[in-house]
């Protein structure tokens, strides 16, 4: 009997990618997950953090969809090699700072390598053509097939009707009538498919899975650079950029102040990388310091945390400074007033 073709599917873990996967694994196909990790995924963060987000699944969606398709899943970490797909996208980036078109071109390179060096026949991914403003579109398919290297081993089950026939479909490895033409933003014809499958619990539809499409994630990326006088992270940084309020009040230095309990938890794992403001005569929150300061700074620090502490009102409030190397120092300032508090300070 003949071995069935083996493909790898890029997986997200988002609703479109399950479906790709699954119309192949219908036809006989060999499936195997990708799942690179550049650090910026959304989910297993936030989730896990905030009380706001409590209700939300605390998974790994990627996982899930391949226990789902009951497939193998590799999970690739990719940041160091990601970093100049952030820096200097060719193809510039999208509303915020997302470098879409080349983070795909990139993955799909990658996925390339991966199947050459596995014995793997062919890429499928759950792209749709009209369904993402810069990646999808009729002009940019080609354009991620041809810069990626895998030119015609690259099948998008999902819009495949739409586009030139593939390797895999001109040589009978996969059937053309069965694959789909989706198209645009609405996903009311993936939910149906879903359905048919009997897919009743998935990843929000058009929800976004990286970071770096979220503008205001974008904003505090850049303020980064910006202050460290290059384009540059590391893999703490991107953590933290997740957590917290932001503030700047000197071009020096910026605190992370947590809002929550579950922020001040995970803050506190950074105590010795940051030095850190926690209020001691009244509740409230850790702060993490970004930066350098001089004692000025500090004080200027210690009085924006108690007002952000159930002491706003109070007319001092004692607050602890921590040097990253445990050295502690006791200070009694008044909160700063709402006014004193310049709304450019907020990234």
């Known amino acids: 009997m003949n071995q069935p073709r083996k493909a790898a599917a890029l997986i997200s873990g988002g609703l479109d990618s399950l479906l790709a996967a699954k119309v192949m694994l219908e036809q006989g196909i060999h499936v195997e997950g990708i799942n690179f990790y550049t650090g910026f995924c959304v989910e297993g963060h936030t989730h896990a953090i905030r009380k706001k987000d409590q209700k939300k699944p605390k998974r790994n969606n990627a996982l899930w969809v391949a226990e789902q398709l009951g497939i193998k899943l590799h999970i690739i970490d990719i940041v160091e090699q990601y970093k100049e797909v952030v820096f200097n996208p060719k193809h510039g ?87 789909f033409d989706f198209s645009g933003r609405s996903r009311k014809p993936q939910m149906a498919l879903a359905q048919r499958y009997g897919f009743e619990d998935y990843a929000q539809p058009a929800g976004g899975c990286c970071f770096l499409t979220d503008a205001q994630y974008s904003v505090k990326l850049a303020d980064l650079w910006k202050a460290r006088g290059r384009k540059q992270y590391e893999m703490d940084d991107i953590m933290l950029l997740k957590v917290g309020r932001h503030l700047r009040p000197t071009p020096d230095f910026k605190l992370i102040i947590s809002r929550e309990e579950g922020e001040g938890n995970f803050l506190q794992g950074y105590r010795k990388q940051f030095p850190s403001l926690r209020t001691i005569s009244h509740p409230g929150p850790l702060a993490l310091i970004d930066g350098k300061v001089d004692d000025q700074d500090i004080e200027l620090a210690a009085r924006l945390i108690a007002r952000y502490s159930q002491g706003r009102e109070a007319e001092q409030v004692e607050v602890e400074y921590t040097a990253t190397n445990g050295e502690l120092r006791s200070l009694e300032v008044s909160p700063l007033k709402p006014h004193e508090i310049p709304e450019e300070w907020f990234i």
């Open 93 to 179: 980036y999208g509303a915020n700072l997302n470098p879409c078109l080349d983070c795909k071109i990139f993955m799909v390179s990658k996925a390339l390598e991966w199947i050459k060096a596995n014995g793997f026949d062919f890429i499928i991914t759950g792209e749709v053509i009209g369904q993402r403003p810069m990646s999808q579109r009729k002009e940019t398919l080609p354009v991620v097939a041809g810069e990626s290297g895998a030119e015609n081993l690259l099948l998008r089950p999902l819009c495949a009707k739409n586009l030139p026939e593939t390797l895999p479909e001109s040589a009978g490895w996969v059937d053309r009538e069965r694959l």
